[in-house]
Every structure is written in C-alpha cells, then in structure tokens.
C-alpha cells in the first residue's frame, strides 16, 4: 500500500504485508511551494494516524536512501508514534541519527544499518538491498522477498556509468532477481515522460573542470547538501585549476562529514572553513554551497545579502553554478536570492546554460531509456509505479506494458493492492489525510493549521476497508 508518493513528487511511503506483519519502506516529506501560499507549513506529511490499523505490526522501517522526501518525516514520527527499529545503510543512517538526536529522540529510536549489497531478514520478509547509482551516497533498491513472491522496490535511481562515489548499479544484482522470477517492480517514475539521454556525474565533473580553469574570478557551485559527488567533483576542480575550496551550509559539511568518515569522499584538498578563503586572490578561490531552492537561510541567499563575514563577497568576475534542478514552485524564490548577485555583475550559469555541450547538473532519475533497460533485466510480471505525479506514473505505465509486463496498475495513496502468483488485484482503500509540519512547532494543530495544510486535512476522516 502506498501510503504517500503517488499523484505527487515526495512525501514517499510505502507499506508491504505479508501474514499480518508489515514492513515501512521510506518516511519521506513533501514540500510545499516555496512562494508563500503555505501559511508557516515547511512540510507535508501522512497522517500517522491513518495506520493505527497495522502501526503495531509494523516490524520495520527500512530506508533507501537520505533524501528529504524518503527520510524526512522520520523524526516526527519516530519512535513514538512508529516504535520499530529503522533499518538504512551506514550513510543514510547517519543522516537519520542526526535529525532524532535534534529532535531529543535518538536514545529511543532503534537503528540498525545494513551494507549496500547486504541481506537481511525482517520476520518472513527476506531482503536483499541492491547497489543503485543516484545523486546521493549509498542508495539502494531493496528484492523484498515473501512466501508468496518478490518484490523489488527500486527507490530513485538512475544508471550513471560512471557515478564517482560508487561502483555503477549492480544490473547483475538487478539481473538475478528477474532470474529468480519477480512479482511484481515497484520504481521510480520521476522521469518516465521524458526521453534523456543517460548521463554521468562524470560529465558534471568534467564542466566543473573547464568552467573552473577558465573564469577570472571566484568560482561557486550551489547543490544539494546530499549530493556528495558534486562536492568531489568541485574539489577536483579546484585542485586543478589552482583554487582553495570550502564547503559552506549546514547539510553540506554534514553530510560531506560522514562521506569522509565512510571513505567516500577524502576532505584533504578542501579547507576547513570558509572564512580560510578571506584574503585570497578571487581568482584562486571557489566554494561549494547549499541554496539551490532560494532558501531564505542558506548559505547562497548568505552570499546574496552580504550579511556572513566568514563568505567571500561575490561581484563582477565572479561565477555562481547553479548545480540543480529548481523543483516547480521554486523558480520565483530562487530569482529572488539571484537577483542581487546578477545586480552586482556575477555571472549566474544554470541548467539549460551548458559549458561547451556538457552539462552542469544530470538529473538522479532514469529517464525512458534508463527506465526500460530496468525492466528488461528485472522482467516483473506486474509493474507499480510509485514516485510521480499521474502524469508521471501513466506514463510509466505504458512504458512497462511495452517492455512486457502483464500489468501496470497506476494507484493512489491508501489503495491497497494484493499481488501474488494469482494475480494483482486491488482490494481496498484507506484514507491517508496529510498533516503540515512546522520546523518551529512541530506536527500543526489540524484546526489552526493555515492554508494549503488546512485544505489538506480537511478530507474525510480515516476510513477502513481492509
Ligand atoms: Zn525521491
Ligand atoms: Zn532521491
């Protein structure tokens, strides 16, 4: 059953039952547009409430990646209101420890990590986690294997030949599970609408190298805090091009921290802080920072203001690389903190601006041609696609059809699908209210919450009908 992440990008969880017994994959956010209309909700979540039903026989959480909309709501949800152990690899792990230890809760919650590649067993669930290339470290896709069949659950993925921060996806892994016979794939859609090419952190890599030799001044590249391989690839640059790098914002040092302590990511050619590039030739300066959404509080809109003593202060010369899609609903945000860096002569390159025919950002999701060279190894007699709008997962639909499955049932949140070797058949559905979530105060009060949160949850109540 998905319980979110259908009809919608984040927000993503998803239940498996088997006997009685269930297993949570992911406890993700969704966010809202970043344009005001909110009314003080930084996030959306699924009512834990919903799933009184089963919460008690729920055995485990068990984690794909560290993105937002897969990990995000673990801490207001987690352990009270969802008591069972949380299972992740090492570097989501310790993404996830660190939100319970803020939020006060880390003592009580039950982590236990598992190896990219390894197995385990959760009651009569055997799980295999699979090596996945995505724009993050150590995401995985996870063969959920029961009496009554396989499933396989892709999480987000891609298939990046040469992703810098891992071995590609394990397709033998992936090639294996379909030899084996597989119920049913549950996967990604994000991209099933459109034809990209397939495209490697590489490439980003080898922009950054170019655009770093060849500027006149400071060069900063603004990316996702988890998106480690972009850091690697910025101090590549900086090395070779003779620049002092710096990671600023929070989520970035965090997560480039645990990446050095996992041996992914080796911090010798960056300098411990920012303030260390003060007093440099700009043209022997760079830095990695957070913002890419227009961010009120992160360090590129830190940068815009001019109000953080320990930046360097951008102006003419200067280059900002803009390393990330802006998620729709953020463009207006994004000019904001753009505008007064453009106003004081940096020079912004986003997206669509390529450096020499390569690209500055790749997208972490498989586009069509990812998408079909996944079933074709996995060969599921019936595909769900979770992870889209409806456009997104329609689109998937059809595409699993041509590439030979039986059935490509397109969902909703709280519909719950049986699939066994008799079939897939939908047999119920449980109303999933969503609930706004205030970084100040936590879980809204349903009658005061504002906005799009009050409309939100303002559906019917919880209905049973399994
Ligand atoms: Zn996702
Ligand atoms: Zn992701």
Request: hydrophobic share 45%.
């Amino acid at each position: 059953m998905p319980v979110g992440g259908l009809g919608r990008i984040g927000m993503n969880w998803t239940l498996y039952g088997h006997d009685g017994r269930w297993v949570l994959v992911d406890a993700g956010i969704a966010f809202p547009d970043n344009d005001g209309s909110a009314g003080g909700v930084d996030a959306f979540i699924p009512d834990p409430e919903a799933l009184h039903r089963v919460v008690g026989r729920i055995d485990a959480l068990v984690v794909t990646h560290a993105h937002e909309d897969h990990i995000g709501a673990i801490q207001h949800v987690f352990p009270r209101q969802i008591t069972c152990p949380i299972w992740a690899t090492p570097f989501a792990a310790a993404a996830i420890s660190r939100r319970l230890e803020e939020a006060g809760t880390l003592d009580e919650a039950e982590i236990r990590t598992f190896p990219v590649g390894g197995a385990f067993r959760i009651g009569a669930f055997a799980i295999r986690s699979i090596r996945l290339t995505h724009s993050v470290p150590q995401a995985v896709a996870l063969a959920i294997a029961t009496p009554a069949g396989t499933v396989l659950h892709t999480g987000d993925f891609k298939l990046d030949p040469e992703p810098l921060i891992s071995l590609p996806t394990d397709i033998e892994a992936i090639r294996a599970v379909g030899d084996a016979g597989l119920l049913a794939l549950v996967c990604d859609s994000t991209n099933a609408e459109r034809d990209l090419p397939i495209t490697s952190e590489a490439q980003v890599r080898d922009s950054f190298r170019r655009i770093f030799a060849n500027r006149p001044g400071t060069v900063v590249v603004c990316c996702f805090g988890t998106n480690v391989a972009r850091a690697i690839s910025a101090c590549d640059a900086a090395s070779r091009s003779g620049r002092q790098i710096a990671l600023t914002g929070r989520s970035l040092r965090a997560h480039a921290e645990t990446a050095e302590k996992l041996g992914i990511l080796d911090s010798q050619d960056m300098l411990a802080e920012p303030s260390h590039l003060r007093g440099l030739d700009r043209r022997e300066m760079a830095l990695v920072c957070t913002g890419t959404q227009g961010e009120e509080n992160a360090a590129l809109a830190r940068l815009a203001r001019r109000n953080d003593w320990r930046l360097p202060e951008l102006g003419l010369g200067d280059t900002i690389i803009m390393s990330a899609s802006v998620i729709p609903g953020n463009e207006a945000a994004v000019e904001r903190v753009l505008e007064p860096l453009r106003a004081r002569g940096v020079e912004v390159l986003t997206q669509s601006e390529a450096a020499e025919g390569q690209p500055i950002h790749v997208s972490g999701h498989a586009g069509r041609a990812e998408l079909a060279i996944m079933h074709r190894h996995a060969r599921p007699r019936f595909v769900i696609p979770v992870h889209g709008t409806d456009l997104h997962l329609r689109a998937h639909a059809s595409l699993a059809l041509d590439c030979g499955a039986q059935a490509a049932p397109v969902g909703a949140d709280g519909v719950v699908m049986a699939v066994s070797a008799a079939g897939i058949k939908l047999i119920g559905r449980v109303e999933i209210p969503v609930i706004g979530i205030s970084r100040d105060d936590g879980i809204l009060p349903r009658a005061t919450s504002a906005g799009k949160a009050a409309r939100q949850t303002q559906r019917p109540g919880l209905r049973i009908a399994v």
